[in-house]
């Protein structure tokens, strides 16, 4: 199994940055990508940025050029520093896990932008 656990959501004001973070524990020795996705309330759950085993990264076009994936794979940690946060931005953010064996998610953070 993975676990993973999400930290780093909160209240900002627009145009200001967070970083979440996502540590991964148990069987992360498999992993083919993880990521963060988002769901803003009424709508779907939508994929926000994924950083994939080889060190490849996507992002949705919303967000390209304002938020950067990375990772540690030393803490077997990804993180989401997001800046110029726009209030379209508010969501609970998901932490995702991918392996041969299946996908995880985290609980979620919440994030709130004002306006």
């Known amino acids: 199994q993975v676990q993973l656990v999400e930290s780093g959501g909160g209240l900002v004001q627009a145009g200001g940055s967070l970083r979440l973070s996502c540590a991964a524990s148990g069987r992360t020795f498999s992993t083919y990508a993880m990521g963060w996705y988002r769901q803003a309330p009424g709508k779907q759950r939508e994929l926000v940025a994924a950083?994939?085993?080889?060190?490849?990264?996507n992002y949705a076009d919303s967000v390209k050029g304002r938020f950067t994936i990375s990772r540690d794979n030393a803490k077997n940690t990804v993180y989401l520093q997001m800046n110029s946060l726009k209030p379209e931005d508010t969501a609970v953010y998901y932490c995702h896990h991918e392996d041969a064996y299946g996908s995880t998610w985290g609980k979620g953070t919440l994030v709130t932008v004002s306006s």
């Open positions: 950083i994939h085993s080889g060190g490849s990264t």
